[in-house]
């Protein structure tokens, strides 16, 4: 079946810029999660949405950067005013749900990534 | 200090050898523990996925994992071209969903 899709692929922003990225999760899946990914680095959590609760924003690094999940399916990760020290690959992640249980479908499948880079 | 510690590499083996990744961790609580596979370029897939201690075999992989040591291994065995990649450790509370806390990659040449 169709996998998480994101959009775009690449985006190439101006300092100061605001920057939208676009998130598809797999059909069914009520968990959203977004990562972001340094050059060199592992993934860095930023943000958890699960059904209805609100979400942990617990990894989000400043004020400039904020999220929505509109519909239980699709969100949006919205950077504000984009530093040089945004640039990276931004990932998100889906999951049937709170992953409790011990088994691969429940745990998080990634999408491909959108490579931000910020001149 | 991280709460996952993982060595860059990169390593370089060849085909035939075995393989040996390992993480460390700082945090008690992390109680799952997950190996993901990811290409140049695509999203990180998940490879093996185990609970508290002990051992997990899927064909050529086997991740254990030593709680009282904090310790998590990855080994591949009959290493191919194929399995070059970025290899990540990630690690998950029990008791909290969501977040996952990774390591920051092995990246793994292997050649023919």
């Known amino acids: 079946g169709a996998g998480v899709s994101q959009s775009p692929s690449n985006k190439v922003t101006e300092k100061g810029k605001d920057v939208e990225l676009r998130c598809d999760p797999i059909?069914?899946?009520?968990?959203l999660y977004w990562y972001r990914q340094s050059l060199g680095q592992g993934l860095e959590f930023l943000i958890y949405?699960?059904?209805?609760?609100?979400?942990?924003k617990s990894g989000l690094p400043s004020d400039r950067f904020s999220a929505e999940r509109t519909g239980g399916s699709v969100s949006t990760l919205t950077i504000q005013r984009t530093q040089q020290e945004d640039s990276a690959v931004y990932l998100c992640?889906?999951?049937?749900?709170?992953?409790?249980?011990?088994?691969?479908?429940?745990?998080?499948?990634f999408g491909p990534g959108t490579r931000l880079t910020v001149t | 200090q991280k709460e996952v510690e993982q060595d860059p590499g990169p390593l370089s083996v060849p085909e035939g050898a075995i393989v040996s990744l390992n993480c460390t961790y700082s945090n008690s609580a992390f109680q799952y523990f997950m190996w993901y596979r990811q290409y140049s370029r695509k999203g990180p897939e998940l490879l093996m996925y185990t609970y508290s201690s002990g051992n997990k075999e899927d064909g050529r992989f086997t991740a254990q994992v030593d709680k009282s040591s904090k310790y998590i291994s990855l080994f591949i065995r009959d290493s191919q071209p194929s399995d070059s990649a970025t290899y990540l450790c990630a690690m998950r509370r029990g008791t909290s969903y969501g977040k996952l806390t990774f390591g920051q990659g092995t990246i793994l040449t292997v050649h023919p």
């Open positions: 992640a889906s999951s049937l749900g709170p992953s409790g249980r011990l088994l691969p479908s429940y745990e998080q499948y």
């Open positions: 949405f699960q059904g209805n609760s609100a979400p942990d």
């Open positions: 059909s069914g899946h009520t968990a």
